[in-house]
Every structure is written in structure tokens, then in C-alpha cells.
């Protein structure tokens, strides 16, 4: 099985990383345009991710929201292709700002999926 993984730092304290991965506003600032986050009282809920393709067409996913801890982990699941994935994002602090980790698995190993690991890992900026 094919796994993403990715690490970076971003020259910001892990609580505004943790905000922008736990909020609808900080997806949208990075990611997508049109994202909803649901919580629960225990730290699940749902993430629906949403974005505007050519001015009218939605591309739409939406999975559970498995874990968050503050300013250390969020942990979601989701289908960007043909299986389930789960991603792991963990937060370290690092000089001025954090060291993000990101792991995603889950895929199965076609070609459809690979195609899709591939322009994942190509992507450099909001689809």
C-alpha cells in the first residue's frame, strides 16, 4: 500500500497550525474554498472538504474526524480515490514555528490510486 508522507516547517507557533488544520476558515485559506468542519464533544466530528472547479463545478469529500489533540495532532479520514485513507497530521515545535508531519495511508495499490498519490505529492498549491 502506497503512503504519502511529508514533513515541513512552518514559520508559525503550533496553535495557529493546529487552528488552521481545525477550521473550516483555515482549510479554505489553504486547501479548498468551500470546507465545513462538525465537532463532537469528544474531539471527533466530521470534515467536509469542498472545492470550486471553473467557476461552477464541486468536488466534494467528507469523512471523520478521528482525532485532535491541541497544538499536537489532528487525524481525519476520507476517499480521495477508490479506498478510504487516513490522514495523521503532528505538530512539533521547532526555533520559532513547527515542524508539521504528514502521513496519509490507506490506499490500495492501482493505478487509479497511484495517479492520485502522485498528483497529490506534485501539488503545490490550492486545486
Not at 503550533?14 to 470546507?35: E, I, M, S, Y
Not at 470550486?52 to 481525519?76: C, H, L, P
Not at 490522514?87 to 495517479?115: A, C, D, R, W
Amino acid at each position: 500500500m502506497p503512503v504519502i508522507k511529508h514533513q515541513t516547517y512552518i514559520k508559525s507557533k503550533p496553535a495557529k497550525v493546529f487552528h488552521t488544520l481545525t477550521t473550516a476558515d483555515g482549510w479554505n485559506a489553504w486547501f479548498t474554498d468551500r470546507t465545513t468542519i462538525a465537532w463532537n464533544k469528544d474531539e471527533t466530528g466530521e470534515i467536509r472538504l469542498r472545492w470550486t472547479v471553473n467557476g461552477d463545478k464541486v468536488i466534494e469529500d467528507a469523512g471523520k474526524i478521528v482525532e485532535a489533540i491541541s497544538y499536537e495532532s489532528f487525524i481525519f479520514q476520507w476517499c480521495p480515490g477508490e479506498s478510504q485513507t487516513t490522514v495523521k497530521f503532528n505538530l512539533h515545535p521547532f526555533k520559532e514555528g513547527t515542524i508539521v508531519i504528514l502521513e496519509e495511508n490507506g490506499y490500495l495499490n492501482s493505478i487509479k490510486e497511484s495517479m492520485h498519490v502522485l498528483a497529490v505529492l506534485l501539488a503545490g498549491e490550492k486545486l
